[in-house]
């Protein structure tokens, strides 16, 4: 999967053009495999919670990405 992902609210020279809901998974790449299932091709704000010492959880915002038009 070719998936851009990235802790903050936006990506440098893309914009979005859809918002698929939350993406989350136990490992990083799982996160990644989920946000693709939600039929996104990227997250944004990306984070783990391990608060609870039980097991990491990853989540972010899957969105649609596409490369914004430069002129």
Do not use: W
């Not at 851009?4 to 996160?31: M, N, R």
């Not at 010492?53 to 990405?65: K, R, S």
């Amino acid at each position: 999967m070719t998936a851009l992902a990235t802790a903050q609210a936006h990506l440098d020279g893309y914009y979005i053009s859809a918002y698929k809901g939350v993406a989350q998974g136990e490992t990083y790449l799982a996160l990644l495999r989920d946000a693709e299932a939600l039929g996104a091709n990227g997250v944004l704000n990306t984070c783990f919670d391990d608060a609870l010492d039980v097991e990491t959880l990853y989540h972010g915002t899957a969105v649609v990405i596409k490369p914004a038009k430069t002129a």
